[in-house]
């Protein structure tokens, strides 16, 4: 088993392959990798002997709000739990900086659902359509969900 961790730059061609398979599936969308490097601080990947396993992004769009995206496991290692363990590492991560809600944009509703997210009315999560969704080829025929989670803040947050 391998651990989810932060990434090194060294890193990030692999995390750009990752991503660049699933991005062919339409499965999540392309990033190129100088967007990849301006904001490597958001990723998370998981690791192992065989490398980068996985990633997923925690992406902040507003004080109180953040986006959960590029989330990928490799093939083999996927229904592990990998994909949860990545989700929880970028809402920690919130948490920490006491944003008060994430979001994901997907075609995977249910796997979200079962991490406390629920479905919102796309129109809701508008600086989404700001980013990325005037880019994407398939902005006409959107067949994706919008799930918010709230991230209440961790009971000694403050405090220290
Ligand atoms: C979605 C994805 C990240 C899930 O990763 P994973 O490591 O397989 O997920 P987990 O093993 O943590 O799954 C957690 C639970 O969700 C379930 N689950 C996983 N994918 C699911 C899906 N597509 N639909 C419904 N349930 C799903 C698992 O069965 C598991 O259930 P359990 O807790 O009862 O065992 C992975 O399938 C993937 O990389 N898909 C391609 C890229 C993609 O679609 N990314 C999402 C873009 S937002």
Do not use: W
């Not at 970028?90 to 629920?118: C, D, M, N, S, W």
């Not at 980013?131 to 969900?145: I, L, N």
């Amino acid at each position: 088993m391998g651990i989810v961790r932060k990434p090194k730059l060294t890193e990030i061609a692999d995390m750009k392959a990752l991503l660049d398979e699933a991005a062919t599936a339409r499965q999540v969308l392309p990033r190129e990798m100088a967007e990849m490097l301006e904001n490597a601080r958001d990723f998370f990947v998981y690791v192992d002997e065989e490398g980068v396993g996985g990633l997923a992004a925690l992406h902040i769009d507003l004080v109180d709000l953040a986006e959960v995206r590029s989330l990928v496991v490799r093939d083999n290692l996927r229904g592990k739990g990998i994909g949860s363990l990545l989700v929880e590492a970028a809402v920690e991560e919130a948490r920490h900086l006491q944003i008060a809600r994430v979001y994901a944009f997907t075609r995977q509703p249910e796997f979200f659902k079962r991490l406390g997210f629920q479905v919102v009315d796309r129109s809701e999560l508008p600086y989404k359509a700001l980013k990325d969704c005037q880019r994407c080829p398939f902005f006409a025929q959107c067949d994706e969900t919008a799930l918010v989670r709230p991230v209440p803040p961790a009971a000694m947050d403050g405090v220290a």
